[in-house]
């Protein structure tokens, strides 16, 4: 979710070293932990499907509700690639 990634190939070029360094989680991160920390903490329980399945039911829309889902302006997510600037990146969620 924030540090050195592997995907450098898709963001840079082949053979190029990437860095993202996000000001804060982005929807799908903020999501995951909020799920994680519900599933850990037994407040979702079962196989990690049946627990996802209840977070999509009963605890997804009220999150969202509650916390929002934005596209920030300007982005804070920035890809830095090699020695170059870090430039804003985004991609919108999908289901």
């Given at each position: 979710?924030?540090?050195?990634?592997?995907?450098?190939?898709?963001?840079c070029?082949?053979?190029?070293?990437?860095t993202?360094?996000?000001?804060?989680?982005c929807?799908?991160?903020?999501?995951?932990?909020?799920?994680?920390?519900?599933?850990?903490?037994?407040?979702?329980?079962?196989?990690t499907?049946?627990?996802?399945?209840?977070?999509?039911?009963?605890?997804?829309?009220?999150?969202?509700?509650?916390?929002?889902?934005?596209?920030?302006?300007?982005?804070?997510?920035?890809?830095?690639?090699?020695n170059?600037?870090?430039?804003?990146?985004?991609e919108?969620?999908?289901?």
């Amino acid at each position: 979710m924030n540090g050195t990634h592997d995907n450098g190939t898709y963001w840079c070029s082949a053979g190029t070293s990437l860095t993202l360094r996000p000001e804060r989680f982005c929807n799908f991160c903020r999501e995951l932990t909020t799920f994680r920390l519900f599933y850990r903490t037994d407040v979702l329980q079962g196989t990690t499907q049946a627990a996802f399945d209840s977070w999509k039911n009963m605890y997804r829309q009220p999150f969202f509700a509650r916390f929002g889902f934005a596209v920030p302006n300007p982005v804070p997510q920035t890809v830095k690639c090699g020695n170059d600037a870090a430039q804003p990146v985004y991609e919108a969620c999908v289901p």
